[in-house]
């Protein structure tokens, strides 16, 4: 290892940055933000410097702008150096000369007169990752700081802070190390810090506070463990493409123990999980084996009951008829702790694959999502409204049911030429759409010989798919 990782805390600590261009702008940028007292010496300096230094005298933070050639003297009381110039042999006479003076220095693109590197960073104050490749390839440590950035929520700085706090108001009541960090392991590891990162700070707190309760209760038992508090995560799967998962979703299923997952889910989406999660079935087939409801919902309760962190994965969006719903309301009513993660609903995703924009100035000014299933009692959806003008009407699970909703459409004032599509496999590399009039889709389907399940989608925007189409396999 050449290089030693370390963070410098600069606050208040004189820098020098020698260059005034756009190179030496992108370093007193960063240097700004940790409160260093930056002096920048060139002939010529940016307009853009000149700016932040009038922005900053302002809040008190000192930039100070010196515009003229560097002398030996500039290095005087300084702790750190950043050289930025064009000129390669000014670059490494400067160097030379901190080195001297065992000033640690950087110059930017020349890694033999640096004597330490400014690593690719990914920010989330207080908390820091820096990623270095020890000057062989920035263009790779700038490419692996983008894929963490993906990875690491945004509000990883707000937690560490929070943690901070917790260990403060918590960490006394509990009498040993090992217990506070067995304590702290568990909030990490589950839902209470689930429930911050996704924004959630007074669930957060409310699951810590039980968790703390719990352990403070045990702490008469011979071994102290905290009470791992369970919590279930109604996650959106997408239509079927698995970079459409969401950010939110694809830490969910890398955090989750257990998944119970719909037969729709994609395998592709599967393989994204913690590879020591459990994962299960449980799903529903029309006419074949299905895990009922009643079961789906106590086996959501028994795991989370058991402390574990549950991920319910759903096909589409969990809301949009996924029954997303109902199992939240049987986890309430056991008092389980439950988050909603969206996903991108089959409706949106497949339409957006196929080229067809659900709604449209010219041609739609209002769209509607109906399950192709009559519901329980039987209800109908209002047919009469769904046949209007300017309206697309989009069907869950058309394909089964293709001859009933044209015939309604029909009846109600549909005309008979009004485009219609159906969409099977929608957003995967199996992608089929047919499009016809709605007197026509039918016959269209069974010439194609299109599988369940399909999206049906009926309206005028439809007859845009010729010119808009755009993923084709």
């Not at 702790?79 to 930017?108: C, F, G, Q």
């Not at 996650?235 to 719909?262: M, S």
């Not at 962190?309 to 969006?317: A, E, H, N, T």
């Amino acid at each position: 290892m050449n290089y030693f990782p370390m963070f410098f805390d600069l606050s208040g600590q004189k820098v020098l940055v020698v260059g005034g261009g756009e190179v030496a702008f992108r370093k007193i940028s960063l240097l700004m933000r940790t409160g260093a007292l930056i002096t920048v010496v060139a002939p010529e300096i940016l307009a853009q410097l000149h700016k932040m230094a009038h922005a900053n005298a302002a809040a008190q933070i000192q930039l100070n702008l010196q515009i003229r050639k560097f002398i030996s003297d500039d290095l005087n009381q300084v702790r750190l150096v950043i050289v930025a110039t064009a000129d390669r042999d000014l670059n490494r006479s400067i160097a030379k000369l901190a080195e001297e003076r065992a000033i640690p220095v950087n110059v930017v693109d020349d890694l033999k007169a640096s004597r330490f590197i400014v690593p690719a960073l990914i920010d989330r104050d207080p908390v820091l990752v820096a990623i270095s490749t020890g000057g062989a390839s920035p263009v790779l440590a700038r490419r692996l700081r983008e894929r963490l950035e993906a990875l690491i929520p945004q509000r990883f700085g707000p937690l560490a802070v929070w943690l901070q706090e917790l260990r403060k108001s918590s960490g006394e009541r509990l009498p040993s190390t090992a217990v506070r960090r067995r304590f702290f392991e568990t909030i990490i590891d589950g839902a209470s810090a689930s429930r911050f990162i996704e924004g959630d700070k007074q669930g957060a707190r409310r699951i810590a506070q039980e968790l703390l309760e719990a352990t403070l209760a045990s702490l008469g038992e011979t071994t102290v463990h905290p009470t791992t508090v369970g919590s279930v995560m109604l996650v959106g799967a997408g239509p079927g493409d698995p970079e459409l998962l969401t950010l939110k979703a694809l830490r969910a299923l890398q955090d989750a123990d257990v998944i119970f997952y719909d037969r729709l889910v994609p395998a592709g989406i599967l393989d994204l999980a913690r590879r020591d999660a459990s994962r299960v079935c449980v799903g529903k087939a029309s006419g074949g084996p299905s895990t009922t409801q009643d079961s789906i919902t106590a086996l959501l309760i028994r795991h989370a009951q058991q402390g574990e962190r549950v991920v319910r994965l759903k096909g589409g969006d969990p809301f949009i008829f996924g029954r997303g719903g109902e199992e939240l309301e049987a986890l309430a009513a056991a008092k389980i702790n439950f988050s909603v993660v969206p996903g991108i609903t089959a409706a949106l995703g497949c339409a957006a694959y196929a080229g067809i924009p659900l709604t449209h100035r010219d041609h739609a000014q209002s769209v509607s999502f109906v399950t192709g299933h009559a519901d329980r009692q039987g209800k109908e959806p209002d047919w009469r409204a769904l046949a209007m003008p300017g309206t697309t009407a989009v069907f869950y699970m058309g394909l089964a049911r293709l001859e009933h909703i044209v015939e309604r459409l029909l009846a109600h004032g549909a005309p008979p030429s009004r485009a219609a599509g159906l969409i099977s496999q929608g957003t995967t590399e199996q992608q089929r759409v047919i499009t016809a009039t709605l007197a026509g889709i039918g016959a269209a389907a069974a010439l194609a010989q299109l599988e369940s399940p399909g999206l049906l989608i009926v309206g005028d925007v439809v007859a845009l798919y010729k010119s808009l189409k755009w993923f084709t396999r």
